[in-house]
């Protein structure tokens, strides 16, 4: 499956962004999503999840409240909605699928820059 990313930008401290993360190739809902990133000098972390049917998601613990994963699989496209944005949050961010029932993502977005200003 290929995933595109995009929705990345600057925004001022406080602010909401969203991403959105394109899928093609195959069913995409074979695929369980997620989002992480990476910030300058640091390794990439979690970000969220989401399973195929939506029923299902995951946050990292210091994000929760202020992200928000979503999908539509008639779209095929996963969504994070991020809110109250601070500046570390400043990353690239990363779409990755996972085949269901497999321990680790199998593909991966091309990344959208995040920059979030004080």
């Known amino acids: 499956v290929q995933l595109q990313a995009s929705g990345g930008g600057l925004v001022r401290a406080g602010g909401p962004l969203r991403l959105s993360c394109a899928a093609s190739?195959?069913?995409?809902?074979?695929?369980?999503m997620g989002w992480l990133r990476q910030a300058p000098g640091k390794e990439r972390e979690f970000v969220a999840s989401?399973?195929?049917?939506?029923?299902?998601?995951y946050y990292a613990d210091s994000l929760k409240g202020r992200f928000t994963i979503s999908r539509d699989n008639m779209k095929n496209t996963v969504y994070l909605q991020m809110n109250s944005l601070k500046p570390e949050d400043t990353a690239v961010y990363y779409c990755?699928?996972?085949?269901?029932?497999?321990?680790?993502?199998?593909?991966w977005g091309q990344g959208t820059q995040v920059t979030v200003s004080s």
């Open positions: 190739g195959r069913t995409f809902s074979n695929y369980a």
């Open positions: 989401i399973s195929w049917s939506s029923i299902s998601t």
């Open positions: 990755a699928a996972r085949v269901v029932g497999s321990a680790s993502y199998s593909y």
